[in-house]
């Protein structure tokens, strides 16, 4: 995946067709309420991100979207207006061959449809479509706890990604959502949803340790719903990732935030890059990446790096 181009003006034209369409006009799995089936994770062996003429140079980049109740807004503001902002921020600022796999979390105890897992794309239609096929559940169970800990799971167990392992560097992995992380995933549930033959219980940390050997891991904590400042959710991601768990105050910044981060840690100055903002989205990204620092890596350290 991921052998077709972006595309400003595809894209631009796109957006002109959706002002005319409600939400279940885009996300037709939403209207019917059904999982795409290639989006279905049952028996999912590799997401592959691959080097190719078009991309010589791919980057990973996993965005897993909280797709429960109150996050469900976030997909259809990034399809309708943002993937411009994404795309464009990080191409722009040097990252040249970006690939990214659009996915979907919600909560794997109460949810119909908890996992929905992408495929890494660059080109302008197949993102918008990889987006649009999204499922937007509604779902949730109430008790300030969502399964962030799928992404890992895929992410450490089920992508085979070029940039590291050709080149030792990371991709990088995003979950985005306003609660805690689920800290299990039973044997049971591995076998029925990822069709698993055996399987035994998963936890939270180890899963995230997987998935942080190849990719750099951050979470966005969307700070506006029920949970904004709550210390509690907050607290957990802080204790988790440290200066990767990033506070964003105005979900509008959402792609400005995943860009401007994947740029940062690549060494791109963030005030430089913050400058092409208007105010308030340079503001939401300056408080959410004042921490973020760029990183090293070296071709022969298979990942390995250095702050």
């Not at 796999?101 to 919600?106: D, K, L, N």
């Not at 979470?219 to 957990?236: F, L, R």
Request: net charge negative; hydrophobic share 40%.
């Amino acid at each position: 995946m991921g052998y077709t181009n972006w595309s400003s003006d595809a894209y631009k034209h796109l957006k002109k067709t959706y002002s005319k369409k409600s939400r279940a006009g885009i996300f037709k799995h939403t209207a019917s309420r059904t999982l795409a089936d290639e989006l279905n994770p049952f028996g999912l062996t590799f997401r592959e991100s691959r080097d190719s003429a078009a991309h010589p140079n791919s980057l990973a980049i996993g965005v897993f979207l909280d797709v429960t109740g109150s996050m469900g807004r976030i997909p259809e503001h990034l399809i309708r207006h943002k993937l411009g902002a994404l795309m464009n921020t990080m191409i722009d600022h040097g990252i040249d061959d970006p690939q990214i796999m659009f996915s979907a979390i919600g909560d794997h105890i109460s949810d119909r449809c908890p996992l929905q897992v992408g495929q890494f794309e660059s080109g302008t239609d197949e993102l918008n479509e990889g987006l649009a096929k999204i499922f937007i559940e509604g779902g949730g169970g109430g008790q300030c706890m969502e399964s962030y800990l799928m992404s890992w799971l895929i992410a450490g167990r089920h992508t085979s990604i070029d940039c590291f392992e050709k080149r030792g560097a990371k991709g990088f992995l995003f979950t985005i959502g306003d609660e805690k992380s689920w800290d299990e995933l039973s044997p049971e549930w591995l076998k029925a949803v990822m069709g698993y033959k055996q399987a035994d219980k998963l936890n939270a940390k180890d899963l995230l340790a997987e998935a942080q050997r190849m990719y750099h891991v951050f979470h966005i904590h969307v700070n506006e719903t029920g949970y904004k400042d709550n210390p509690e959710v907050i607290g957990y991601w802080k204790d988790l990732l440290g200066e990767r768990a990033l506070i964003l105050d105005d979900h509008n910044s959402l792609a400005e935030l995943i860009a401007s981060t994947v740029a940062v840690v690549n060494g791109i100055d963030l005030a430089k890059l913050t400058k092409g903002f208007d105010a308030k989205t340079a503001g939401s990204v300056n408080n959410a990446l004042v921490n973020i620092s760029p990183v090293s890596h070296s071709k022969k350290d298979s990942g390995i790096i250095t702050l």
